[in-house]
């Protein structure tokens, strides 16, 4: 089963952009659903995580403020809403099912079903 993530495009500075995660099976399983973003050259970075457990949420501090992640179950979807975007969040978004224990939950390798991301490209 694999996480689907659409909703990217180009922006303006300052604009916002909704982006969506699915699951091609029934409902999402694992411990949860994280957003990592990666550009050409550099690390996938971690973005934020929501845990079924609780709900409970997780940021970078590079989004934190600027950037909500939820849930709708009825839809079996992730969403990450991103407010106030800058030049330095254009990446290829990924979202991808969290495996791991909790202090794993900004760890890229404790993730697996990554789907095809989606390109946000922010301009100046």
């Known amino acids: 089963v694999q996480l689907q993530a659409f909703g990217g495009g180009s922006v303006q500075a300052g604009d916002s952009l909704k982006l969506s995660c699915a699951t091609s099976?029934?409902?999402?399983?694992?411990?949860?659903i994280g957003w990592f973003r990666q550009v050409p050259g550099k690390e996938r970075e971690f973005v934020a995580a929501?845990?079924?457990?609780?709900?409970?949420?997780y940021y970078a501090d590079s989004v934190k403020g600027r950037f909500t992640i939820s849930r709708n179950n009825a839809k079996n979807t992730v969403y990450l809403q991103m407010n106030s975007l800058n030049p330095e969040d254009t990446a290829v978004y990924h979202c991808?099912?969290?495996?791991?224990?909790?202090?794993?939950?900004?760890?890229?390798?404790?993730?697996?079903?990554w789907g095809q991301g989606t390109l946000v490209t922010v301009s100046s």
């Open positions: 099976g029934r409902t999402f399983s694992g411990n949860g």
């Open positions: 929501i845990r079924w457990s609780g709900g409970y949420t």
């Open positions: 991808a099912k969290h495996r791991g224990i909790l202090s794993t939950v900004r760890v890229s390798t404790a993730y697996d079903d």
